[in-house]
């Protein structure tokens, strides 16, 4: 009897693993072929406006200033004109108003940079306030730049900026109201152990996890240089009536960094599970590190897991890792193996290389 049920343990197992790389097999293949197509988009491009000159000159050394951004045009995003962008200039008292006096019961969120409220405008159009931590500490040129960028950044898988107040020693950033909060409280509805039971079937994870990657995609090939986001997680993907995702808080890292006797901070900025191991050792911050956190968040829209939670069992308390163990159980199906490794290759390679051999086993796939 115990024999048996063993084995009937080992096959349950077996079947559990063999179901979730099918379940990941569909989120990675539509994510393989929007790189792809957008790779192929991303050359024509570069060749048609003149690139290939400003990368020689950057191979030279004359790289042009990094605070000087511009936007490269593409299908999926509407790029505005870079002066304005239909931003607004709101006064602290019109956002006052607006959200209540910042009263607790307008709280929507609090992140790493400051809380977020509910509020309306006089016109009836629902808004997000972001209102930043530390009044008076932030230097106004720096607030102003980061502004000047995140105007210039557009496109339908980002959330985008739609005004902003510098007053008084308030640094305050709006943007419009997403009706389903972040992923974060969807993949977790009860905030347990075990994440709760979440209501978001397979074609809307799917559907998140290709439009996040289309937000990072435009971040980093997109705009030049390339923005990093820094703290890309699953509560930074904020979802609209319709449960499409937006990429938000992208850039804000830098607003996050205090100058403090003359010193710009240097410390690893992020958020405990997603922060790419290289980044924290180093320091050194690149798109890659974007990429790992990406691929935090693809484990968590498939096994509904924290990224770190250490009520579990020993070994399973840290996501990757746990996940990673997994990786060396004997697949029945090959297939499988191959898509469990390329979620586990986002914290190893570059995301070139990630990008062309996803594209290679769909390749390799067909018939």
């Not at 004359?62 to 936007?71: A, D, L, R, T």
């Not at 509407?78 to 200039?89: D, I």
């Not at 074609?203 to 937000?215: C, N, S, V």
């Not at 971040?219 to 904020?238: G, Y």
Request: charge should be negative; include cysteine; proline fraction near 4%.
């Amino acid at each position: 009897m115990e024999g048996e049920y063993k084995r009937e343990e080992g096959v349950a197992l077996l079947v559990i693993v063999v179901l979730a790389a099918l379940s990941l097999a569909s989120l990675l293949v539509a994510f393989s072929y929007y790189c792809y197509i957008s790779n192929k988009v991303s050359k024509h491009l570069k060749s048609q406006n003149g690139w290939k000159k400003e990368e020689e000159d950057e191979e030279k050394g004359m790289q042009k200033p990094k605070e000087v951004v511009s936007v490269r045009e593409e299908p999926a995003a509407s790029v505005a004109n870079t002066e304005g962008g239909g931003v607004q200039l709101f006064t602290y008292k019109q956002l006052h108003a607006a959200t209540g006096g910042f009263g607790k019961g307008q709280v929507v969120g609090r992140g790493s940079f400051g809380s977020v409220y509910r509020g309306v405008l006089s016109d009836g159009r629902k808004i997000a306030v972001k209102l930043m931590d530390q009044p008076g500490k932030q230097d106004e040129d720096v607030f102003k730049m980061e502004v000047e960028i995140l105007k210039r950044l557009h496109s339908p898988y980002l959330l985008g900026l739609i005004g902003h107040c510098s007053e008084g020693g308030h640094r305050l950033l709006v943007y419009d109201f997403m009706a389903n909060g972040g992923l974060q409280e969807h993949l977790y509805p009860n905030s347990g152990s075990c994440g709760g039971v979440s209501k978001l079937d397979w074609d809307t994870r799917m559907q998140i996890a290709l439009e996040a990657a289309k937000g990072l995609e435009y971040l980093h090939e997109h705009v030049s240089p390339p923005v990093i986001h820094r703290d890309f997680k699953s509560s930074n993907i904020l979802l609209d009536n319709n449960f499409h995702a937006k990429v938000s808080d992208f850039g804000l890292a830098k607003l996050g960094t205090n100058r403090a006797g003359g010193h710009v901070s240097t410390r690893v900025l992020g958020t405990q599970g997603y922060v790419a191991p290289e980044y924290a050792m180093t320091g050194h911050l690149t798109t890659k590190s974007d990429v790992y956190s990406y691929g935090v968040v693809l484990l968590e829209l498939l096994t509904g897991r924290f990224p770190v939670d250490m009520k579990r069992p020993p070994g399973e308390g840290v996501l990757v890792t746990w996940v990673g163990f997994l990786k060396f159980i004997t697949f029945a199906w090959v297939g499988a193996c191959d898509i469990f490794r390329l979620v586990m290759d986002c914290s190893c390679k570059t995301p070139n290389e990630l990008i062309a051999e996803s594209v290679e086993m769909n390749l390799e796939s067909e018939p």
